[in-house]
């Protein structure tokens, strides 16, 4: 199992921005799909943005545009660049690794958007 934690989290206003990273243990180069998602209390787990091995991207509708996933091979990273934050971002945000029909998580960081 793949070992992720993730840090970057914090208090922003509205309009700011942030960068969430995901340090994996082992090498980055066998996990073939690293996604990032977000919890709020009393709602499902959503899908924020992922990203495979060969450099394919999605992201969610509510994020287009304003987040950017990005992976650094060299440093065995997943990032999660966070402009234009708002009120309606904040959440729990956990990295996700799929590797070998294994899922592993990240325990989560916690990111308010607030004046």
């Known amino acids: 199992q793949v070992q992720l934690v993730e840090s970057g989290g914090g208090l922003v206003q509205p309009g700011g921005s942030l960068r969430l990273s995901c340090a994996i243990s082992?090498?980055?180069?066998?996990?073939?799909?690293m996604r990032w998602y977000r919890q709020v209390p009393g709602k499902q787990r959503e899908l924020v943005a992922g990203?495979?091995?060969?450099?394919?991207?999605n992201y969610a509708d509510s994020v287009k545009g304003r987040f950017t996933i990005s992976r650094d091979n060299a440093k065995n990273t997943v990032y999660l660049q966070m402009n234009s934050l708002k009120r309606e971002d904040t959440a729990v945000y956990y990295c996700?690794?799929?590797?070998?029909?294994?899922?592993?998580w990240g325990q989560g960081t916690q990111v308010t958007v607030s004046s």
């Open positions: 990203i495979t091995s060969g450099g394919s991207i």
């Open positions: 082992g090498s980055i180069f066998s996990i073939p799909l």
């Open positions: 996700f690794a799929f590797r070998l029909g294994a899922s592993s």
